[in-house]
């Protein structure tokens, strides 16, 4: 796909689920290599298997078949506890339903993954300060969840996404639950994201609108790898 | 590494009042496990604490039955026996029936002899010995009804009313003071001449309770013991003699088997605030499903899943025992009060306290199991579902 160096690797995954005594064929010896930096969107109809990939280059599920390498590592050969260190030093996530824990404010949303890096107290905050600060919102840092709009939530778990500087981002439908105005500067913060901190950006979506912000949109369909698109730099949205 | 200790406690106030009432629950479930435990090491103080050389003597037919007062002198013939003393229960009560405690009538020249535990200033030991209708009250009762020496106390003779159908008086001569647990300081001690020649004037000569028996020092108890029975074989009231540690048993128990009663009353209160805990933490659980996933793909292993659910329910039962716990303590004092008749000595004990730390850790450690485990084994993608 590019000269540059591969940040997931899937080579001959298939992921299978059963369901009501009948097996489901959910990705079908996928093959499919993604560059490090790179923004790529993942398109498909629904069933298509685009958050089954995801879930499985995230290390939240695992293949019944295949190899994913995924940021140097490959996934299959690591526990259960070694593929949550791996989670934890590579991989941020943003949910549909932004998932922040409703009980700590904005700030201790964002502390949380860095409490599983050495880091100091200070060096915590300064680090969640930061984050926070990146998708604008130091201002609301000790607000509840519930206390934010839908936008201001998705862009806390953005932060708490990049607290711990993580290579790889995994987005599932991050614009899904919001209205235009909050979705595009969800796209923004992600374009942002990828072009000034190098963050590799995968984005499960099946909005065209947010699917242009990134610069290659890979199709799946039932299972298998369909088109890959590029975009020009200026469609991603401003 | 577990979640933060914030988190732990955010979780268990997110449901303000389910928290409430669950270490309510927990608080009196401790509360009756301490004062439970108390009656049985009560019981059992009462029998450790005994004097090895007093005997009880009482009717063969039952405790409320009364002997002949001639058979005093009978038991003081018996080899072996180095003094005796008689009680005689009043059952009054002063001014209405909920003003109850323990009178006995007894006799002041053996009384003090018998039982150097009742403590009283020799001033007012005279008092009572030259004064017919004086008594001699315990210090829990003079503080209860804040009486003091000189005072006259009205009493109603329920089981012997006063010929002249009117209150008993007596005149407060002084005060005891017990300096054994298993001697109680609310009861209350008057002349069995007083009460001999008063109930003669309307009937026949009243009988004794209990005679108490001090045997030589070397005696051979078991042998005064059958002499003693054996006096009375053909008598027109036979008797049962038994060391004071077992009339002490048989009197708090003669109301059915205590020690067994009240520990399965204290295995179903724990059993009940142990299935209320689980179900609380499954609850709890249930809720977190989805912020468990998230934690998860954080990158928080499975293991710290299971420390924060396990420390969730440490720390609802950790505060509810503790807050149990205290409420024991701090009520120890009036329910000593209202028990000491019965259970003299109550006190709540350190190692009582100890078995209410080890159950509430146990029921928070059992209640946490489940939800912790169950935290553990679900698997990430199910757990951002929501679902368990």
């Not at chain 1, 590579?90 to 998932?99: E, I, L, P, Y």
């Not at chain 2, 389910?18 to 496990?33: D, E, G, Q, Y």
């Not at chain 2, 009283?120 to 017919?132: D, K, L």
Request: glycine share 8%; hydrophobic share 45%.
């Amino acid at each position: 796909m590019s000269q540059s160096r591969a940040m997931i690797r899937v080579s001959e995954v298939t992921k299978r689920y059963q369901r009501g005594g009948e097996t489901l064929t959910v990705l079908d010896s996928l093959n499919l290599e993604m560059d490090e930096g790179r923004f790529y969107a993942l398109m498909g109809p629904s069933g298509s298997g685009k958050t089954t990939l995801l879930n499985l280059i995230g290390g939240l599920d695992q293949a019944d078949s295949g190899e994913l390498d995924v940021a140097g590592e490959n996934l299959a050969e690591l526990s259960g506890a070694g593929l949550a260190h791996w989670r934890a030093a590579n991989v941020g996530f943003v949910f549909q339903g932004f998932n922040l824990i409703p009980v700590l404010s904005a700030y201790e949303n964002v502390e949380l993954p860095l409490k599983l890096t050495p880091l100091s107290r200070a060096e915590r905050r300064k680090h969640a300060e930061f984050a926070l600060e990146l998708v604008g919102l130091k201002d609301r840092m000790h607000h509840r969840p519930k206390q934010l709009s839908g936008g201001q939530e998705q862009r806390v778990a953005i932060a708490r996404a990049v607290a711990t500087d993580p290579k790889l981002i995994l987005a599932d439908e991050p614009t899904g639950d919001l209205d235009r105005k909050s979705a595009d500067q969800v796209l923004e913060l992600l374009g942002r994201l990828n072009r000034e901190f190098k963050k590799t950006i995968l984005m499960v979506t099946h909005d065209p609108h947010a699917a242009a912000a990134a610069q290659s949109i890979v199709h799946l369909d039932k299972g298998q790898l369909g088109r890959i698109e590029h975009n020009q730099p200026a469609q991603a949205v401003r | 590494m577990m979640a933060s200790f914030k988190l732990v406690w955010r979780n268990l106030t997110r449901r303000p009042l389910r928290s409430v009432l669950t270490v309510a629950s927990i608080v009196v479930a401790v509360f009756l496990i301490c004062s439970l435990r108390t009656l049985i090491t009560t019981i059992r103080a009462g029998v450790e604490n005994a004097d090895s050389r007093r005997l009880a003597v009482m009717s063969a037919t039952g405790l409320f039955v009364e002997m002949p007062m001639k058979y005093q002198a009978e038991i003081n013939k018996i080899p072996g026996v180095e003094l005796t003393t008689k009680f005689q229960w009043f059952g009054g009560y002063y001014r209405s029936q909920k003003n109850f405690f323990a009178q006995f009538a007894i006799d002041p020249d053996t009384m003090f002899a018998m039982y150097p535990e009742c403590q009283v200033p020799p001033e007012q030991i005279e008092a009572f010995r030259t004064n017919r209708t004086s008594c001699l009250i315990g210090e829990v009762l003079a503080q209860k009804f804040d009486w003091k020496p000189g005072d006259t106390i009205p009493i109603i003779g329920a089981l012997h009313p006063h010929p002249d159908d009117k209150a008993w008086e007596f005149q407060v001569a002084g005060v005891y003071h017990s300096s054994v647990p298993n001697f109680d300081n609310q009861t209350m001690f008057f002349h069995w001449d007083y009460y001999e020649e008063t109930l003669k004037e309307s009937g026949p000569m009243p009988g004794v309770g209990v005679f108490s028996i001090r045997v030589d020092k070397g005696a051979d108890v078991p042998r005064v013991i059958a002499d003693v029975e054996e006096a009375f074989q053909d008598s027109e009231q036979r008797v049962d003699c038994v060391t004071e540690a077992e009339f002490q048993r048989q009197f708090v128990t003669m109301f059915g088997n205590i020690p067994l009663f009240v520990g399965w009353i204290g295995s179903g209160v724990v059993l009940a605030i142990l299935l209320a805990c689980i179900n609380t933490m499954l609850m709890s659980m249930r809720e977190q499903t989805a912020e468990i996933g998230v934690l998860k793909s954080l990158g928080f292993t499975d293991g710290s899943m299971f420390g924060l659910l396990l420390v969730q329910a440490l720390v609802l039962c950790g505060l509810g025992g503790g807050l149990g716990i205290l409420f024991a303590w701090a009520t120890s004092g009036p329910v000593a009060e209202q028990l000491g008749a019965m259970f003299p000595g109550y006190r709540i004990h350190p190692e009582t306290y100890g078995l209410a730390v080890i159950i509430t850790v146990g029921i928070g450690l059992v209640a946490g199991l489940v939800p912790a485990w169950s935290a553990r084994s679900l698997r990430c993608v199910q757990a951002l579902r929501g679902t368990d």
